[in-house]
């Protein structure tokens, strides 16, 4: 396919990734669960769809990191426990393509960041973890494995630019979100809503962040590796 011909298809498909996100947070606030079980699993295929359109260089890792979302998403749909762990299961496999990926691409190398951004990340992890524990149940364990899984993700996307540790950042806050209502706490205001909004905007930036942090230096900003998605 020639560069023009990338290039459109990878702005179809950005297009597509945002009009089907903003159709599907808007079925969250109007209480349309048919639209939002239509939409939710096309998400994450959307967005590995544009990822593979623009970026012909970008990391092995991350299409299949969206797949297991995209896994994630669809067995948290389902409902009932057993499903519920095996998305959690598909959300972990995500994770590890995202640390791995990360740490591949030298995320890890300035020593001194990384330090104090795992010791952030760790002291939230503790907080959040004694506050929710009492109310997670048979959960405990998975959750907290999961979450570590998860704070890996949030520390090594912050070694690849703002972009990336900001996705790493609201990857966070959505699970945690997540993990409220298995504790059963209070639920904020639209709390379904923001659970959404903020992973569909994380995914967003970790593949767009990953994308630009790896564009070869060859390649112009008007192709597209870096046309779309500013």
């Known amino acids: 396919m020639t560069i ?40 994450m295929p959307l967005l590995a769809g544009w990822v593979a359109a623009r970026a012909e ?14 896994g994630g998403d669809v067995l948290l ?14 959300f972990a496999a995500a994770h590890i393509c995202y640390v791995t990926m990360f740490v591949k691409l030298g995320a890890l190398g300035d020593r001194r960041r990384t330090v ?31 979450s570590l899984l998860l704070s890996s993700t949030a520390v090594s996307s912050a070694g690849l630019g703002w972009r990336t540790g900001l996705g790493g950042a609201l990857f966070l806050l959505s699970d945690t979100l997540i993990a409220t209502e298995i504790a059963e706490w209070k639920a904020l205001p639209g709390h379904g809503f923001w659970i959404m909004a903020t992973y569909i905007t994380a995914q967003y930036l970790l593949a767009e962040g990953t994308i630009r942090a790896t564009r070869p230096e060859d390649v112009p900003l008007s192709a597209p590796l870096a046309a779309a998605g500013r």
């Open 116 to 146: 104090l951004t795992a010791l952030a990340y760790a002291a939230a992890w503790g907080v959040m973890i004694s506050q929710l524990w009492p109310g997670l149940g048979d959960l405990k364990i998975p959750v907290a494995i999961y």
């Open 77 to 90: 749909q389902v409902g009932g426990e057993a499903a519920f762990l095996a998305g959690m299961g598909s």
């Open 57 to 70: 260089h970008a990391p092995k890792l991350l299409v299949p990191a969206l797949g297991f979302s995209t």
């Open 4 to 43: 023009t011909g990338r290039l459109r298809t990878a702005r179809g498909l950005l297009s597509a990734f945002a009009v089907t996100s903003a159709a599907h947070l808007g079925a969250i606030a109007t209480g349309a669960s048919a639209v939002q079980h239509a939409t939710k699993p096309a998400l």
